[in-house]
C-alpha cells in the first residue's frame, strides 16, 4: 500500500497545535500584547499582534478539522477574519502615514490572506480584494505567488487576466484555466505542500512557510472559489490533499462573531480607507 503523501503535513499540524510552549507563545504571548495594543490604539502593534494571534486560530483549528472536529472551521474562519481586517488595517495605514514611518505591508502576506479569504467565502473581504489587486506602490517588489493571486481576483472580476507568464511555478494554474487540464495543474500545485522536504520540522519553504496555509491549499481553493464566481464547472483533485477534510471548507453559514476581532474593526474604523 502507497503511503499518505498527507502524513508528515497532518502529523506536524496535530504537534504545532499540540505542543503548549507554542501554546503560549502564539496565542497566549500574543493575545495579550494585542489586547493591549488595542487599548492605547497602536496600529503597528495590534496588526503585528493579530497576525499572530490569528495565526493560533488557523493552525489549530485546522488541526481539530483535520482530527474530525468540523468545529475547527469556528477558528480557521475566525483566524481568517482577523488576517484580513489587520491585513486591511495595515495597508490604510500605511497608505496615510508619511513615507518610512509605517512598516510597508508584505506582498506574500496580503497574498495568502486574499487566497484564504477566497478559499473560505468570506464575506467581508472586498477591500481586500481591491487592496491586493490595485493598492501596491509602483515600487513594489512583487513574488510571483503575489501576482498569482492577484491574477486569480483578475479573473473573478472579467474571467481574464494578462499575468500569464509572470507567476513562475504558478503559471501553470493560470494555463489551464477554463480548460479540461484544470485538474491536474491544480493537483500538481497540492503536491507543493507535501512533496519530500516541504514539511520535515519547523520549516517550511516559499509561500508556505505560514502554518496558516502549509496544510490548508488556499491557493488551490481560491481557484475553486473562482469558479464557483464564473459559473465554471469546478475540477476534480485527484492528489490525497485534495481530499482530506481540509480541502472541503464550510461554503455557508454564519461566521464567527468575537470580542477581539470587534476591537480590531473599532480601530479599523478610525483610519480612512481611499
Known amino acids: 500500500m502507497a503511503a499518505d503523501p498527507t502524513r508528515k503535513l497532518t502529523s506536524f499540524l496535530a504537534t504545532w497545535a499540540g505542543d503548549p510552549r507554542r501554546r503560549m507563545v502564539v496565542r497566549d504571548n500574543n493575545l495579550t500584547a494585542l489586547q493591549e495594543a488595542l487599548a492605547r490604539g497602536d496600529v503597528h502593534v495590534v496588526t503585528t499582534r493579530a497576525r499572530g494571534y490569528a495565526t493560533w486560530l488557523c493552525g489549530s483549528g485546522q488541526a481539530r478539522v483535520l482530527a474530525g472536529d468540523a468545529h475547527g472551521w469556528q477558528d480557521v474562519r475566525l483566524g481568517a477574519a482577523l488576517l484580513r481586517t489587520a491585513m486591511v488595517l495595515a495597508h490604510r495605514h500605511f497608505a496615510r502615514v508619511p513615507r518610512g514611518t509605517a512598516r510597508r505591508p508584505q506582498p506574500i502576506d496580503c497574498a495568502n490572506s486574499t487566497a484564504m479569504a477566497l478559499a473560505l467565502g468570506d464575506p467581508d473581504a472586498d477591500e481586500l480584494y481591491r487592496w491586493h489587486r490595485h493598492g501596491w506602490p ?52 497540492l503536491q507543493w505542500h507535501t512533496g519530500p522536504g516541504v514539511r520535515d520540522d519547523d520549516e517550511a519553504v516559499g509561500e508556505f512557510v505560514d502554518i496558516t496555509v502549509s496544510a490548508f491549499p488556499v491557493e488551490v481553493l481560491a481557484v475553486l472559489a473562482v469558479c464557483r464566481v464564473r459559473g465554471l464547472p469546478l475540477p476534480r483533485l485527484r492528489h490525497a490533499l485534495g481530499t482530506t477534510p481540509l480541502c472541503s471548507p464550510p461554503l455557508d453559514g454564519a461566521w464567527p462573531d468575537d470580542p477581539i476581532l470587534d476591537r480590531v474593526h473599532a480601530l479599523l474604523q478610525t483610519v480612512p480607507g481611499r
Open 138 to 189: 509602483a515600487d513594489t517588489q512583487m513574488p510571483d505567488y503575489a501576482v498569482y493571486v492577484q491574477a486569480l481576483l483578475d479573473l473573478r472580476a472579467n474571467g481574464h487576466t494578462d499575468a500569464i507568464g509572470h507567476c513562475g511555478a504558478h503559471d501553470g494554474v493560470l494555463r489551464a484555466w477554463a480548460t479540461d487540464g484544470l485538474g491536474d495543474a491544480l493537483d500538481a500545485a
